[in-house]
């Protein structure tokens, strides 16, 4: 499978972030930091609410499918018939 390159013809991703980041040169060093702060802060957030969420709803549909039965093993196995030819 051949891609092709980026339409500003530059293949490294460090470059692209380069050129990035020199768009962001008018903003003071301290509040850059305070941002990288702050995201990094939100980040750990809604990935702790996403890890909760999940166990809870797991543990939900654990207790769901017990109170249903449907863990419990058959009553009595299916017999098979076989005919005869």
């Known amino acids: 499978m051949n891609f092709s ?6 293949n490294d991703d460090l470059a692209s972030f380069r050129s990035q980041e020199k768009d962001f040169s008018d903003i003071p060093y301290e509040r850059r930091i305070a941002a990288q702060n ?11 609410s996403g890890l909760m969420i999940g166990i809870v709803v797991a543990f939900g549909l654990v207790q769901i ?9 058959p009553q009595r196995p299916v ?5 005869e030819k």
Do not use: V
């Open 38 to 48: 702050q995201a990094r802060k939100w980040f750990l957030i809604l990935m702790g």
């Open 65 to 73: 499918i017990q109170k249903l039965g449907l863990t419990d093993r």
């Open 5 to 10: 390159p980026p339409p500003n013809g530059q």
């Open 79 to 83: 017999p098979i018939e076989q005919t």
